[in-house]
Every structure is written in structure tokens, then in C-alpha cells.
């Protein structure tokens, strides 16, 4: 167990429609990651925010946007989902910097786009 | 920006047995870690050995041992004495060292080990 824990576990939604994910970090860190792991295939860097603002992103479409609140939780929001949205999101939680940090991963929400 | 292979997609490997993992990425930066993480079927994605790029010795940890090619830019996982619970699919992980939460993954490596 990480201390991180994502929800939901498995969420359905039809083509079209808005999700959010949600996050919560491990105590003492203040960075989350987020990340698209597609059927067969390795996680693509989202986006990460630290001290609630949006710290890097990776190739994906404004559709995707987040929030990370003052207890360093986050939220993942997805409009306008397309088919191809379907996938298992994963979120990481760390402190930015550092030569010892680490980042730990929370369990998944696996998305299905109909 | 970096990239991170593993050019097998299946790897199957007899219990007791001893079985090697390929990774090779690419980077401009001289100072970076590497990783090799392990997803069983929860989805969990669970650290298993980590490599500071400034360190010449090869991570070790318990039946899980590296072989770190700088100048090659290799990285290969061995794992020895095969545990049933070793199936599951392994990835290999890039990052730089300022930021501890962005990774660049590789497409993975699905491991069966046959009892």
C-alpha cells in the first residue's frame, strides 16, 4: 500500500460526456502526477501540479485539465470524451524535488468510453 | 525528449530460473535516475529497483539485480530464482532528477513464469 488512493475504481461513460478522477497524495508530498495508460501499452505523462498549479504537461488536448486543492489532493477532468479516452489513469504522488524522492502510484481508475 | 524501449513484448521464464529484462532509452542529460517498476493485474504500479545515472555500481535488491550501461544508455533487469509471483508486467522508467513526479515510461514487458 502507497498511501495513495485513487476513485473511482472503474467508472463507464458514454462518448461525449465529462468525468473527473480523483486523487489522494501521500502525507508529506506535495506534487501529483497524472498519467494515460493505454490497453498494452506504457503510461503517458498528462500533466502534474504543484502548490495548485498546473507544473508541465505532456501531449494531450486541453479537454484534459486539473485541479490540486491546499491538502495537495487532486482532480482529473476530461470533457468531451472520445472513444479513445478508454484507459486506466494513474496518478503519482511526490515532493518535486529532491535526490530522494520518490514517486508512488495509486491504484488506477480504469475509464470506458461507449 | 527522452525515450525509453523495451523491445520485448513477452518474456517467459521457468520457476527457480533466471530471466533478463532489455531496456535502452535515450537523454541529453547527464544526471537522471531509472527504474524498473512492476504492474501485476491490480494495476498497482510497484517500484522494484531504482539506478542513480552518477552511480557506477549496479542496483541490487534481494533476486532483483540491474545492469546498468551508461554509455550505452542499457538497462536491463535480472531476475533471479523466478517466484510465480514475479508474472506481471514490467516497465521500464526514465526521469530526470528535477522532477521527481514526471516519468517517461517504456511500452512494458508482459513476464510468464511457468511452474
Known amino acids: 500500500e502507497t498511501g495513495v488512493t485513487q476513485s473511482p475504481t472503474h467508472l463507464i461513460k458514454t462518448r461525449g460526456q465529462q468525468v473527473t478522477l480523483r486523487c489522494s497524495s501521500q502525507?508529506?508530498?506535495?506534487?501529483v502526477s497524472w498519467y494515460q495508460q493505454a490497453l498494452g501499452q506504457g503510461p503517458q505523462f498528462i500533466f502534474q501540479?504543484?502548490?495548485?498549479?498546473?507544473?508541465g504537461r505532456g501531449n494531450f488536448p486541453p479537454r484534459f485539465s486539473g485541479l490540486q486543492f491546499p491538502n495537495y489532493s487532486s482532480e482529473l477532468n476530461v470533457n468531451a470524451l472520445e472513444l479513445d479516452d478508454s484507459a486506466l489513469y494513474l496518478c503519482?504522488?511526490?515532493?518535486?524535488?529532491?535526490?530522494?524522492?520518490?514517486?508512488?502510484f495509486g491504484q488506477g481508475t480504469r475509464l470506458t468510453v461507449v | 525528449a527522452q525515450t525509453v524501449t523495451q523491445s520485448q513484448p513477452e518474456m517467459s521464464v521457468q520457476e527457480a530460473e533466471t530471466v533478463t529484462l532489455s531496456c535502452t532509452y535515450d537523454?541529453?542529460?547527464?544526471?537522471?535516475?531509472l527504474f524498473w517498476y512492476k504492474q501485476p493485474p491490480s494495476r498497482q504500479m510497484i517500484l522494484v529497483i531504482r539506478?542513480?545515472?552518477?552511480?557506477?555500481q549496479n542496483a541490487t535488491e534481494n533476486r532483483f539485480s540491474v545492469n546498468f550501461q551508461k554509455a550505452a544508455k542499457s538497462f536491463s533487469l535480472k531476475i533471479s530464482d523466478s517466484q510465480l509471483g514475479d508474472a506481471a508486467m514490467y516497465f521500464c522508467?526514465?526521469?530526470?532528477?528535477?522532477?521527481?513526479?514526471?516519468?517517461?515510461f517504456g511500452d512494458g514487458t508482459t513476464l510468464t513464469v511457468k511452474p
Open positions: 503519482a504522488s511526490s515532493r518535486l524535488q529532491g535526490s530522494n524522492t520518490e514517486a508512488f
Open positions: 502525507s508529506g508530498h506535495n506534487t
Open positions: 501540479y504543484y502548490r495548485e498549479e498546473e507544473n
Open positions: 537523454t541529453s542529460e547527464s544526471d537522471y535516475y
Open positions: 539506478q542513480e545515472a552518477y552511480k557506477q
Open positions: 522508467a526514465y526521469r530526470s532528477i528535477t522532477n521527481a513526479g514526471k516519468s517517461t
